[in-house]
């Protein structure tokens, strides 16, 4: 079992520790045990999973989209007799498979989300958690009633990083915010019939945590290295240091919309 470091243990470590242990750790699937207790996300008020959950009983057909390394998914087991699930990083697809085939899930990917690999009135369930879709694609496969169930990281997450490194504070997806999500699956003609958003504190304990973050996260600042962001980096680090934490805030919105029967 992995050990989680304290977070006194941490701020008792070098700044060049911290960087060298966060460029050695491995990433992979979607799965960012390695933060646990260096990071510390403040919870959402609602339950992506028991949402779902409410569902699976009267589901046959279920596709999970963008499903990463195929943890989330397989967590769910046992699923419905015709489940599908899609991953097009490289790196996430053949963890995904070996997940997710032994539970009867057929893997798939693609190359767009306008064109996705399905026919129409496909699944009962479309299942996406923090991955980009088309609202027209999602519609066409899903069957007359089927539901469309998503929990979305928004255009705010974590900008404070943003802030605190970049000279000129930037992230691309500023404008992915509930209310424009609604609007689009609404003009696909979508009833939404649930919608949440949130923006929940998370404490970050050490440097290294943040540098493992933005190598995960590439997007979230794009020209990331630690050779550029060297002397911000030090700086984020001087603070935690003295305040114990660095203070974010996550950004996520939840929407559930039913395809009209």
């Given at each position: 079992m992995k050990r989680v470091e304290t977070a006194s243990e941490s701020s008792n470590r070098s700044f060049d520790e911290l960087i060298a242990e966060a460029l050695e750790a491995d990433?992979?699937?979607?799965?960012?045990?390695?933060?646990?207790?260096?990071?510390?996300?403040?919870?959402?008020?609602?339950?992506?999973?028991?949402?779902?959950?409410?569902?699976?009983?009267?589901?046959?057909?279920?596709?999970?989209?963008?499903?990463?390394?195929?943890?989330?998914?397989?967590?769910?087991?046992?699923?419905?007799?015709?489940?599908?699930?899609?991953?097009?990083?490289?790196?996430?697809?053949?963890?995904?498979?070996?997940?997710?085939?032994?539970?009867?899930?057929?893997?798939?990917?693609?190359?767009?989300?306008?064109?996705?690999?399905?026919?129409?009135?496909?699944?009962?369930?479309?299942?996406?958690?923090?991955?980009?879709?088309?609202?027209?694609?999602?519609?066409?496969?899903?069957?007359?009633?089927?539901?469309?169930?998503?929990q979305q990281v928004g255009g705010r997450n974590e900008f404070r990083l943003n802030e605190l490194l970049q000279e000129d504070p930037y992230f691309k997806y500023e404008d992915w915010v509930l209310a424009n999500a609604v609007a689009d699956l609404e003009e696909g003609s979508f009833q939404v019939t649930k919608k949440q958003e949130a923006f929940p504190e998370a404490r970050v304990t050490d440097i290294g945590a943040v540098v493992y973050y933005l190598r995960a996260i590439p997007w979230q600042i794009e020209d990331f290295s630690v050779e550029r962001y060297r002397e911000r980096l030090l700086a984020v680090h001087n603070m935690i240091q003295e305040e114990g934490y660095l203070s974010v805030h996550s950004h996520r919105f939840y929407v559930e919309a039913v395809k009209p029967v």
């Open positions: 990433f992979s699937g979607w799965d960012f045990s390695w933060l646990d207790g260096r990071w510390i996300d403040g919870p959402l008020p609602w339950n992506f999973r028991e949402r779902i959950e409410r569902y699976l009983p009267d589901v046959n057909s279920l596709y999970d989209m963008g499903t990463g390394g195929g943890e989330f998914l397989a967590s769910l087991a046992p699923l419905p007799p015709d489940t599908w699930a899609s991953e097009n990083w490289s790196r996430n697809l053949p963890i995904a498979r070996a997940r997710l085939e032994p539970l009867g899930v057929t893997m798939v990917s693609f190359d767009s989300i306008d064109q996705l690999p399905f026919p129409d009135d496909a699944f009962d369930l479309v299942i996406n958690r923090h991955e980009g879709y088309a609202p027209a694609e999602v519609l066409r496969i899903l069957k007359p009633g089927g539901r469309f169930i998503t």
